[in-house]
């Protein structure tokens, strides 16, 4: 087997560069993937209607238990988002490339997915007195 076969290239500062724009493209994965899940729950919000029937007596944005949607639709966006790292890590952990990254990737977006499953269904689900 050659070092073509495994993905190796021989220049030395060609192999820096691509390792090296590994964490970049991993960094940027993480921050537009958790806007991105961000983004979709307040358009969800905004699009069916923030404020319940039982809320507009306080003027504020009430979540109730019927607004399954502002949990579920960017939790499942998360977990496709942190699917999706896990196999960016695989083919770059093949293909020899610096994986890493994408795994502290990976491991960022399970944080995130929890966080907003966290957040997102104890505002939803708390009752309000």
């Not at 899940?37 to 919000?45: E, S």
């Not at 952990?93 to 990737?105: F, K, T, V």
Request: net charge positive.
């Amino acid at each position: 087997m050659t070092s073509a076969e495994f993905g190796e290239i021989n220049d030395p500062l060609e192999r820096l560069e691509r390792n090296e724009r590994q964490g970049n493209q991993a960094f940027r994965f993480v921050l537009l993937s958790t806007l991105a899940v961000v983004v979709l729950a307040v358009v969800i919000v905004l699009i069916r209607g923030g404020i319940g029937d039982e809320c507009v007596d306080q003027g504020a944005l009430c979540l109730t238990s019927d607004r399954v949607e502002v949990v579920i639709i960017p939790l499942l966006l998360s977990i496709v988002l942190a699917i999706t790292s896990a196999v960016k890590t695989y083919r770059r952990w093949q293909a020899r490339i610096r994986w890493r990254p994408w795994l502290y990737a990976t491991y960022a977006m399970w944080m995130v997915t929890t966080a907003y499953l966290l957040i997102s269904s104890s505002a939803v689900f708390v009752q309000r007195g």
